[in-house]
């Protein structure tokens, strides 16, 4: 026999509320309504305030994630441009363009063929200093400048990736706040379900337990089977697992909407979810997680006297923002010129009269972007550095 499934997430919290809220402004408060005038006032006031802190929360979730996943790539391609700027010094003394001597201006033995090897915070703006030194230093010697990455191109990997970082710890106890302030409401949080759902209990128990299960169920009240008990279909029409594509990682907390009653579902950390006995029919479900692209699965079949299962992947949300600027040729805007994301062969723009150009879902982080003139004009390409931020634009403009 299924038994009562208190919630302990602020996630489960806001589910629970949330259908309890829609099935009492959906049915009038009549004798089929279980819940007391004093407990519907408390739901219709405490509810709206508790949602609006946990989608505070959400927002604030959503944006140290992608600043997370920003923060990562964007170290990758620092230590990246760090380490093939030594290794193109090293191959240019191998190939006797530059003398071994010029090692030392980088703090590298005269006979050593070391690459350089960085992977924390710290080695890489370390690193960063030494190479610029080294290399100013050697140029104005009469050096011959590195290319291919230039230092110009490790300061600007370097410093987005610091940019980024520095970002991100604002962004943390951004979340920890305001995830503090919707821990304040949990203990009254608690306090109205357990009154909501015995109040379900009770109005709704003439000694048929399935049959007050059901009804219960229908009023927001969660249940859940018993260790070792297998699941009915008197109770349960929808049940499945929710896994990382790729990783096969379980996700717990996952917000599982039947989009047909408006109600939500909430998996466990095993990443099992429950969708409670529906009539039969065809239902759409929406699968939701930080992090996690939004998921819709439609045409999900329940039949009478069954379960269906239904196990979901959910992809890791691509951090993407836009790229729009103008293109110039002796000053004057150009239409028909071709803008791309170099690496990205579909993100392409192709200028507008005035010369303007938009792409966009270009994946956040350091990307070149590329302008070409139409034909019959000569001039040679143009590339230019951005850094692209999650959900924002950025400026670029070119001149030939």
Same mark, same amino acid.
Do not use: C
């Given at each position: 026999?299924?038994?009562?499934?208190?919630?302990?997430?602020?996630? %489960?919290?806001?589910? =629970?509320? @949330?259908?309890?809220?829609?099935?009492?402004?959906? &049915?009038?408060?009549?004798?089929?309504?279980?819940?007391?005038?004093?407990?519907?006032?408390?739901?219709? *006031?405490?509810?709206?305030?508790?949602?609006?802190?946990?989608?505070? /929360?959400?927002?604030?979730?959503?944006?140290?994630?992608?600043?997370?996943?920003?923060?990562?790539?964007?170290?990758?391609?620092?230590?990246?441009? !760090?380490?093939?700027?030594?290794?193109?010094?090293?191959? #240019?003394?191998?190939?006797? *363009?530059?003398?071994?001597?010029?090692?030392?201006?980088?703090?590298?033995?005269?006979?050593? @063929?070391?690459?350089?090897?960085?992977? +924390? !915070? +710290?080695?890489?703006?370390?690193?960063?200093?030494? *190479?610029?030194?080294?290399?100013?230093?050697?140029? +104005?010697?009469? $050096?011959?400048?590195?290319?291919?990455?230039?230092?110009?191109? =490790?300061?600007?990997?370097?410093?987005n990736f610091i940019s980024l970082n520095n970002s991100q710890a604002p962004a943390?106890?951004?979340?920890?706040?305001?995830?503090?302030?919707?821990?304040?409401?949990n203990p009254e949080a608690d306090r109205l379900i357990l009154k909501l759902w015995?109040?379900?209990?009770?109005?709704?128990?003439?000694?048929?337990?399935?049959?007050? @299960?059901?009804?219960?169920?229908?009023?927001?009240?969660?249940?859940?089977?018993?260790? $070792?008990?297998?699941?009915?279909?008197?109770?349960?029409?929808?049940?499945?697992?929710?896994?990382?594509?790729? +990783?096969?990682?379980?996700?717990?907390?996952?917000?599982?909407?039947?989009?047909?009653?408006?109600y939500v579902y909430v998996s466990k950390s095993n990443g099992d979810y429950l =969708?409670?006995?529906?009539?039969?029919?065809?239902?759409?479900?929406?699968?939701?997680?930080?992090?996690?692209?939004?998921?819709?699965?439609?045409?999900?079949? /329940?039949?009478?006297?069954?379960?269906?299962?239904?196990?979901? !992947?959910?992809?890791?949300?691509?951090?993407?923002?836009? &790229?729009?600027?103008?293109?110039?040729?002796?000053?004057?805007? =150009?239409?028909?010129?071709?803008?791309?994301?170099?690496?990205?062969?579909?993100?392409?723009?192709?200028?507008?009269?005035?010369?303007?150009?938009?792409?966009?879902?270009?994946?956040?982080? %350091?990307?070149?972007?590329? #302008?070409?003139?139409?034909?019959?004009?000569?001039?040679?390409?143009?590339?230019?550095?951005?850094?692209?931020? %999650?959900?924002?634009?950025?400026?670029?403009?070119?001149?030939?």
């Amino acid at each position: 026999m299924p038994v009562i499934d208190r919630p302990i997430s602020n996630i %489960a919290r806001n589910a =629970v509320l @949330r259908n309890s809220k829609i099935r009492k402004d959906q &049915v009038p408060p009549i004798s089929n309504n279980p819940y007391s005038a004093a407990t519907m006032a408390w739901l219709d *006031l405490f509810q709206p305030q508790y949602k609006a802190k946990f989608d505070v /929360v959400s927002a604030a979730l959503h944006t140290q994630t992608s600043l997370t996943a920003q923060v990562t790539h964007a170290k990758k391609l620092a230590v990246f441009y !760090e380490e093939d700027f030594v290794l193109a010094l090293q191959r #240019a003394i191998r190939r006797e *363009l530059f003398p071994k001597t010029d090692r030392s201006y980088y703090g590298i033995p005269v006979d050593s @063929r070391e690459t350089l090897k960085v992977s +924390t !915070e +710290t080695q890489i703006i370390d690193a960063n200093e030494v *190479l610029t030194t080294g290399e100013t230093n050697r140029t +104005t010697a009469g $050096g011959a400048p590195i290319s291919f990455p230039s230092i110009g191109d =490790v300061n600007n990997m370097v410093n987005n990736f610091i940019s980024l970082n520095n970002s991100q710890a604002p962004a943390k106890l951004n979340f920890d706040d305001k995830q503090g302030e919707l821990s304040a409401l949990n203990p009254e949080a608690d306090r109205l379900i357990l009154k909501l759902w015995n109040e379900t209990e009770t109005a709704f128990d003439t000694g048929d337990k399935a049959d007050m @299960r059901r009804r219960a169920r229908e009023w927001g009240v969660v249940y859940k089977p018993k260790k $070792g008990e297998a699941l009915s279909p008197d109770d349960y029409s929808i049940a499945g697992m929710i896994t990382e594509t790729g +990783t096969g990682i379980k996700l717990g907390d996952v917000e599982v909407k039947v989009i047909q009653t408006g109600y939500v579902y909430v998996s466990k950390s095993n990443g099992d979810y429950l =969708v409670p006995k529906q009539d039969a029919g065809i239902y759409s479900l929406e699968f939701k997680k930080s992090g996690y692209a939004l998921k819709l699965v439609n045409n999900v079949v /329940v039949t009478a006297g069954e379960i269906t299962t239904l196990n979901v !992947e959910l992809s890791p949300e691509v951090a993407l923002g836009t &790229v729009s600027g103008n293109v110039k040729e002796a000053g004057m805007n =150009v239409n028909g010129a071709s803008v791309s994301v170099n690496g990205f062969p579909l993100l392409t723009a192709i200028t507008d009269i005035n010369g303007n150009f938009t792409i966009n879902n270009v994946p956040a982080g %350091a990307q070149n972007i590329t #302008a070409t003139l139409p034909p019959p004009s000569p001039a040679l390409p143009q590339t230019q550095p951005v850094t692209v931020l %999650a959900g924002a634009e950025v400026n670029v403009g070119f001149n030939f």
